[in-house]
C-alpha cells in the first residue's frame, strides 16, 4: 500500500510535467513563421536586387546598342560612297547608285526597340510567375503580361506585313517606270513668251565701257602724236647777276671795317664781367658781320 501510495503521485506529476511540456512546445512552433514566408521574403529581396541590376544596366545597354547601330549606319554610308564613286558607271560626284540610307537607319531603331519591349514584357511575365509560385500572387495575374506579350506579337506582325506590303508596291511602281523618261516634253517644246524689250547701246547703263564712234578703228590704228607745250624753265627770263664794284684806291678800308665789326660781335656774344648780355646786340653784330663777309666775297 505504502509503495502504491507513492507512485500515484508520481505519476500525476509526470502527467502534469508532460501536459505542461506540450503546451510550451506547441506556443514555440506557432510563433516561428512558416516555411513559405520565409521563402516568400527571400525572393522578394532577390527580386528587388534583380530589379535594381536590370534598372542599372538597361539604360547603359541601349546605349551602347544605339551607339553601336550609329556607328554601323555611318560605316554602312561611307561604304557605299566609296562603291557609287568607283563604280564604272556611276559619277564620282555625284554617285549612281542611290540608297535610302534613312530607311536602314530606322529599321535598326524599330528593331531595338521591339527587342527592348519584348523584354520587358518577358521580365513582367517571369516576376508574376515567381509571385505565384511564392503564394504572393495569383496565377491569373500571369494573364496580364501574356495577354500584352500575345498583342505585341500581333501588333509586330502586322508591322511586318505592311512593311513588305509597301516594298512590293514600291518594286512593283519601279518595274512598271522602267525605261519610261519622266521628263515633260511639253515643257520642253514649247516656246517661252519673251516679254524683254530691245534697248539701244547709247541709252543703256554701262558702267567701264566706252563707246567709240563708227568708223574710228582705222583711226585707232595710225599713230599721231599729240602736241605737248614747252616748259616753262626754258621761256622764264634769266636772273641777272649784279656786278660788284671795289674800289682800290683807299688800301685798308675793307679790312678795317671787317675787324672792327668782329670786335663787335665778339664783345656782344661774350661780354665783360661789368657788361650785361643783349641777345638781339649779338644777333645784329653777327649779322652785319656775316654781311660784310659776304660782299667781301
Do not use: C
Amino acid at each position: 500500500m505504502a509503495h502504491g501510495a507513492i507512485t500515484l503521485p508520481l505519476l500525476r506529476k509526470i502527467r502534469s510535467s508532460s501536459k505542461a511540456l506540450k503546451e510550451a512546445l506547441n506556443t514555440r512552433f506557432e510563433r516561428v513563421p512558416p516555411l513559405s514566408l520565409t521563402i516568400m521574403a527571400s525572393g522578394l529581396i532577390y527580386l528587388a536586387i534583380a530589379g535594381m541590376w536590370v534598372s542599372y544596366f538597361l539604360p547603359r545597354w541601349i546605349h551602347d546598342r544605339e551607339e553601336f547601330s550609329g556607328k554601323s549606319v555611318e560605316r554602312y554610308k561611307s561604304a557605299l560612297k566609296v562603291v557609287a564613286s568607283k563604280s564604272p558607271g556611276g559619277m564620282p560626284e555625284t554617285g549612281a547608285m542611290h540608297t535610302d540610307l534613312d530607311f536602314v537607319a530606322k529599321s535598326s531603331q524599330k528593331l531595338l526597340r521591339r527587342r527592348i519591349i519584348f523584354s520587358l514584357l518577358a521580365f513582367s511575365m517571369i516576376a508574376t510567375l515567381a509571385g505565384g509560385v511564392m503564394s504572393k500572387f495569383q496565377f491569373l495575374y500571369t494573364l496580364v503580361p501574356l495577354s500584352g506579350i500575345a498583342l505585341y506579337i500581333v501588333q509586330v506582325r502586322r508591322e511586318t506585313i505592311a512593311e513588305r506590303l509597301q516594298l512590293r508596291r514600291v518594286r512593283q511602281l519601279q518595274r512598271e517606270n522602267n525605261g519610261i523618261s519622266t521628263t515633260n516634253l511639253a515643257e520642253v517644246i514649247t516656246p517661252k513668251a519673251t516679254t524683254d524689250h530691245w534697248i539701244p547701246l547709247t541709252e543703256r547703263e554701262l558702267t567701264g565701257v566706252v563707246i567709240l564712234p563708227k568708223g574710228s578703228a582705222e583711226q585707232r590704228r595710225t599713230w599721231q602724236p599729240d602736241s605737248v607745250p614747252a616748259p616753262t624753265y626754258l621761256s622764264a627770263p634769266k636772273a641777272v647777276t649784279p656786278k660788284r664794284i671795289i674800289d682800290l684806291t683807299e688800301p685798308g678800308k675793307w679790312s678795317d671795317e671787317q675787324e672792327k665789326l668782329a670786335m663787335a660781335a665778339l664783345n656782344a656774344v661774350a661780354p665783360s664781367k661789368d657788361q650785361i648780355f643783349d641777345q638781339i646786340l649779338a644777333e645784329e653784330a653777327v649779322d652785319r658781320l656775316r654781311d660784310s663777309k659776304a660782299v667781301n666775297e
